[in-house]
């Protein structure tokens, strides 16, 4: 299954900045590798749905939103009501069905951003409308009464674009996940980081990303991005949304040469 061993790629890569690997748990003392193991094999069955639905000619988001509640109840209850994959069970619950019905029906990249875009509005519709101080009943709803970032919700209502783009490739599977990471990253408000950190925090990673890109990316800096990987472990910064946003990008290098792009005598490449 091509989703469970993207995450487990992601979940092996290092440096992580913070994020739980193979190597050490980053800066989170309430979680480890093995808590990630388990949690993801207890939601294996509810991604094998997700992609399941993508095979259904009838649409019904709210069955998508029923599968996503029961992976979420298999996660705490595996973990101890720790949250190790929330934000990734709501990601895939709307990636890997419209991908999987992309491929079959021979369409595009941009047709996968359309329709997710789409899905999105479809199961979001207007949350965002509804929060205010008396309402608010999560970190990400008070994030966005103060700095208008919806978070994972907000990506997925953009298409899941950061996904699809800045593919610099290095042959080394490894660097070439740190180097994605770092895209993301340098990109993302990342609401986990303003969760446990601050707006300042977060401005400072989306800097110190860039200027990694600019100064050419991760092969170019391995001294520095791991230096900063572990100063950041130390600070307790964690970004965990673009964690989430690069087990998307790691299943749609995976998938993407099953996807329609430019035709060239009648042939897809």
């Known amino acids: 299954m091509k989703t469970i061993e993207s995450i487990y790629a992601e979940l092996d890569m290092y440096p992580k900045f913070g994020l739980v690997s193979r190597v050490d748990s980053g800066c989170h003392n309430d979680m480890d590798y093995e808590t990630f193991v388990q949690s993801t094999l207890s939601i294996k069955p509810h991604l094998r749905e997700y992609i399941q639905y993508g095979?259904?000619?009838?649409?019904?988001?709210?069955?998508?939103?029923?599968?996503?509640?029961?992976a979420e109840a298999a996660m705490?209850?595996?973990?101890?009501?720790?949250?190790?994959?929330?934000?990734?069970?709501?990601?895939?619950?709307?990636f890997l069905p419209v991908i999987t019905k992309a491929i079959i029906d021979n369409k595009t990249k941009d047709d996968v951003i359309s329709e997710i875009k789409i899905l999105a509005q479809e199961i979001i519709g207007t949350y965002f409308d509804s929060i205010n101080e008396d309402t608010a009943k999560t970190y990400?709803?008070?994030?966005?009464?103060k700095y208008g970032y919806k978070g994972i919700r907000g990506e997925a209502l953009n298409g899941f674009e950061k996904v699809f783009k800045n593919n610099r490739y290095y042959e080394d599977?490894?660097?070439?996940?740190?180097?994605?990471?770092?895209g993301l990253m340098s990109e993302l408000k990342d609401t986990t980081i303003l969760h446990r950190k601050d707006i300042t925090t977060l401005e400072k990673v989306n800097n110190e990303m860039k200027s990694i890109i600019k100064n050419g990316g991760y092969l170019n800096n391995k001294e520095?991005?791991?230096?900063?990987?572990?100063?950041?472990k130390e600070l307790g910064i964690s970004p965990g949304g673009s964690a989430d946003l690069l087990v998307l990008k790691i299943i749609f290098e995976d998938l993407r040469y099953l996807l329609c792009g430019n035709e060239k005598n009648g042939i897809c490449l």
């Open 173 to 182: 599977e490894n660097d070439r996940f740190v180097q994605y990471l770092i």
């Open 224 to 232: 520095l991005v791991h230096s900063l990987s572990n100063e950041y």
């Open 76 to 94: 705490f209850e595996t973990t101890g009501n720790v949250n190790t994959q929330k934000g990734l069970i709501f990601a895939l619950g709307l």
């Open 140 to 145: 990400g709803d008070n994030i966005y009464l």
């Open 55 to 70: 095979l259904r000619k009838e649409h019904n988001p709210k069955m998508l939103q029923e599968i996503g509640k029961r």
